[in-house]
T-cell receptor, first 113, second 112 residues
Framework: NAGVTQTPKFQVLKTGQSMTLQCAQD?????MSWYRQDPGMGLRLIHY???????DQGEVPNGYNVSRSTTEDFPLRLLSAAPSQTSVYFC????????????FGSGTRLTVV | GENVEQHPSTLSVQEGDSAVIKCTYS??????FPWYKQELGKGPQLIID?????GEKKDQRIAVTLNKTAKHFSLHITETQPEDSAVYFC???????????FGQGTELSVKP
């Protein structure tokens, strides 16, 4: 099992550019989510999904879009990149129907210049 | 919504000593409290979790305690080793299948 796979690992964008961060899991997990990690602020939830076709906003959704067309994939789109979106982004997945731990990907380090 | 506070932000101990990290949560309906370890350049990894119907859970050198009345929970690491050096995150989940809210993280350094 590959677990949770995130691509790319590193990315540099210019202000105003758009891009998609990819996340795929092979564990048949219903729940998937995106977090951003900034120094001193822990992991903050951007968007999450409890199943294909269902998404919802987290704590810091502005500037990001998501969709969930399949159980396996949960891409995160930056519509118009801003320097404030410089961060490390993590995708995580878990089973639902009970209290289960999350499995995290290895992260995408994004720099917006 | 749920809010999780974590202390301290940094912790330095000598090898063999114990380390304690504390978290408080705001919503009394939270019922699941996992702890994650994040090594440099990697994603967080679940190391232990506790549910609201349990007061304490142990796994070798790691233990977690939960005080529902005070709404706080703690991670205890005994006989620390240099490989325990990492950033540790606590988290709380409001209900089954709900979103996980994380604390700010604690950078633990174990000096040989």
């Amino acid at each position: 099992n590959a677990g949770v796979t995130q691509t790319p690992k590193f990315q540099v964008l210019k202000t105003g550019q758009s891009m998609t961060l990819q996340c795929a899991q092979d564990m048949n997990h219903e729940y998937m989510s995106w977090y951003r990690q900034d120094p001193g602020m822990g992991l903050r939830l951007i968007h999450y999904s409890v199943g294909a076709g269902i998404t919802d906003q987290g704590e810091v959704p502005n500037g990001y879009n998501v969709s969930r067309s399949t159980t396996e994939d949960f891409p995160l789109r930056l519509l118009s990149a801003a320097p404030s979106q410089t961060s490390v982004y993590f995708c995580a997945s878990s089973r639902t129907g009970g209290n289960y731990g999350y499995t995290f990907g290895s992260g995408t380090r994004l720099t917006v210049v | 919504g749920e809010n999780v506070e974590q202390h301290p932000s940094t912790l330095s101990v000598q090898e063999g000593d114990s380390a304690v990290i504390k978290c408080t949560y705001s919503d009394s309906a939270s019922n699941y409290f996992p702890w994650y370890k994040q090594e440099l350049g990697k994603g967080p990894q679940l190391i232990i979790d506790i549910r609201s119907n349990v007061g304490e859970k142990k796994d070798q050198r790691i233990a977690v305690t939960l005080n529902k009345t005070a709404k706080h929970f703690s991670l205890h690491i005994t006989e620390t080793q240099p490989e325990d050096s990492a950033v540790y995150f606590c988290a709380a989940k409001l209900y089954q299948g709900g979103k996980l809210i994380f604390g700010q993280g604690t950078e633990l350094s174990v000096k040989p």
